[in-house]
């Protein structure tokens, strides 16, 4: 089945401690996003990656990293989170970047204490 | 800064009403536009491209007006299953797409 994954769907942290939050995805898709959803802001860009090893910013990169070193994953990285980084966040891929039908994970819910 | 913007309702609507919504977007060089459905706590999904002129699924009619710079999606026959949040999507120029926060759609017995 074709799909994208993401682990894990639900996190309860503290500030500061590290976490990585995974997304894969099995269609071969060059092109992987990461979004996240608040309240009133909509869907915002958290970065963005149109192949391996090539990675840009979003609307919204602050407090964020990423890395695409195999093209099925493309996980996202806080390094120091924060409380204003609690969040919905979704991870996405495409077969190219633009007009192609964006195919979206599940959803990962964070709580930054 | 480029942006979308939706009507955010909510929209409460009868089963069988025809219900439409209205979305602006403001990079007037943008090729392609989509609606995206998300259910609540959900992830989005695909719901309709909208290429040229327009698209029409069912009882699901998307109509584009690039003089205007707007994108129309309309319901006909709504059914309880409707009720969720429509996401308008602008394809943008350089490929990030930029999304509405959505308009929300409650379809009552």
């Known amino acids: 089945e074709a799909q994208v994954t993401q682990n894990p769907r639900y996190l309860i942290t503290v500030t500061g401690k590290k976490l990585t939050v995974t997304c894969s995805q099995n269609?071969?898709?060059?092109?992987m996003s990461w979004y996240r959803q608040d309240p009133g802001l909509g869907l915002r860009q958290i970065y963005y990656?149109?192949?391996?090893?090539?990675?840009d910013k979003g609307d919204v990169p602050e407090g964020y990293k990423v890395s695409r070193k195999e093209k099925r994953n493309f996980p996202l990285i806080l390094e120091s989170p924060s409380p204003n980084q609690t969040s919905l966040y979704f991870c996405?891929?495409?077969?190219?970047?633009?007009?192609?039908?964006?195919?979206f994970g599940p959803g990962t819910r964070l709580l930054v204490l | 800064r480029k942006e979308v913007e939706q009507d955010p309702g909510p929209f409460n609507v009868p089963e069988g009403a025809t219900v439409a919504f209205n979305c602006t977007y403001s990079?007037?060089?943008?090729?392609?536009f989509f609606w995206y459905r998300q259910d609540c706590r959900k992830e989005p999904k695909l719901l309709m491209s909208?290429?040229?002129s327009g698209n029409e699924d069912g009882r699901f009619t998307a109509q584009l007006n690039r003089a205007s710079q707007y994108i129309s999606l309309l319901i006909r026959d709504s059914k309880l299953s409707d009720s969720a949040t429509y996401l308008c999507?602008?394809?943008?120029?350089?490929?990030?797409?930029?999304f509405g926060k959505g308009t929300k759609l409650s379809v009552k017995p």
């Open positions: 996405a891929s495409s077969r190219t970047m633009g007009v192609e039908t964006q195919y």
């Open positions: 269609m071969n898709h060059e092109y």
């Open positions: 990656s149109m192949n391996v090893e090539v990675t």
């Open positions: 990079n007037s060089a943008s090729q392609s």
């Open positions: 909208v290429y040229s």
């Open positions: 999507v602008d394809g943008g120029s350089q490929g990030n797409l930029i």
